[in-house]
């Protein structure tokens, strides 16, 4: 099992920035898929972007061009950069783990095992 703790919750004037980030703890870190997600009230929870063990990194139309996903190895902890924050960005946003070797689409939270319990972005305009 993996614990994920989020942090970076933080409100901002649209065009503004925000860093979230996602430590892992328990299992073996690189043993997961990392993947963030996003749920603003009323909405399904939406894959924002994902990045594979091995480095591949994909990301929602929506959120292309702006938002960057890293990791930080030696502290088991990925970051998702936000840049050109927009109101729509509005959401509560979660990391998510699942083991690396599922192949279902990434951006589907049921194929999810384990989650953070969410960090607040608002973004006003």
């Known amino acids: 099992q993996v614990q994920l703790v989020e942090s970076g919750e933080g409100s901002v004037q649209a065009g503004g920035s925000l860093r979230l980030s996602c430590a892992a703890s328990?299992?073996?870190?690189?043993?997961?898929?990392m993947t963030w997600f996003r749920q603003a009230p009323g909405k399904e929870r939406e894959g924002v972007g994902t990045?594979?063990?091995?480095?591949?990194?994909y990301y929602a139309d929506s959120v292309k061009g702006r938002f960057t996903i890293s990791q930080d190895n030696a502290k088991n902890t990925v970051h998702l950069q936000m840049n050109s924050l927009k109101p729509e960005d509005t959401a509560m946003y979660y990391c998510?783990?699942?083991?690396?070797?599922?192949?279902?689409?990434?951006?589907?939270?049921?194929?999810?095992?384990?989650w953070g319990q969410g960090t607040q972005v608002t973004v006003s305009s």
């Open positions: 328990g299992d073996t870190y690189s043993r997961y898929r």
């Open positions: 998510a783990a699942r083991l690396a070797a599922i192949n279902t689409g990434w951006w589907l939270p049921e194929t999810y095992d384990y």
């Open positions: 990045m594979h063990p091995g480095g591949t990194i």
